[in-house]
């Protein structure tokens, strides 16, 4: 009996969890965004990435944001949950890293002046939170920095 309350629970709260995650639609979305401006712009011969992690899920674990590789220098900061980060970049092709439990990795390239957004998405892991990254398209990448606060943020001396 005490298995079937467990089991009900559970479903309830992947259930929720997903329902939680759900967008509304495109329409909605850019009623929304009307007067959004995103927090930092390129500057001059430069791009601009945003990094979101729009979960509630593992939301006490860090997921850490490095650009082209996995040394300490190269870190731009990390999100909790419902945060989001960004960070200027050369034009060109790059490589942006997640540490979580695991390590996510995704190519992205970005012409100058231009504006790209990466997701991190939350998973189950074995002893905390695990994460995978994804591109996404302007108009759910603003949606995201809109309702997500800003993660920390390391400025390089």
């Given amino acids: ?40 712009k390129p500057k001059k011969n430069k791009s601009m990435i945003y990094v979101v992690r729009p979960s509630a899920l593992g939301g006490l674990i860090r997921f850490n944001v490095f650009l082209d590789n996995k040394k300490d220098s190269s870190e731009k900061g990390w999100n909790r949950s419902m945060q989001h980060i960004y960070f200027s970049v050369t034009p060109g092709k790059h490589k ?22 990466i997701k991190q998405n939350t998973e189950f892991g074995i002893i905390m939170a695990r994460n995978s990254l994804e591109h996404l ?21």
């Fill in 96 to 117: 942006i890293y997640s540490k979580a439990e695991n390590w996510a990795e995704i190519d992205i390239e970005v012409a100058k002046g231009q504006t790209k957004f």
């Fill in 137 to 157: 398209d302007e108009l759910n990448g603003k949606y995201y920095v809109k309702n997500t606060s800003q993660g920390e943020i390391l400025t390089k001396k």
């Fill in 1 to 40: 009996m005490n298995n079937k309350y467990h089991t009900n629970f559970l479903l309830f709260l992947l259930f929720f969890l997903s329902a939680c995650s759900m967008l509304p639609s495109k329409e909605e979305m850019e009623k929304q965004l009307v007067n959004f401006k995103l927090p930092s």
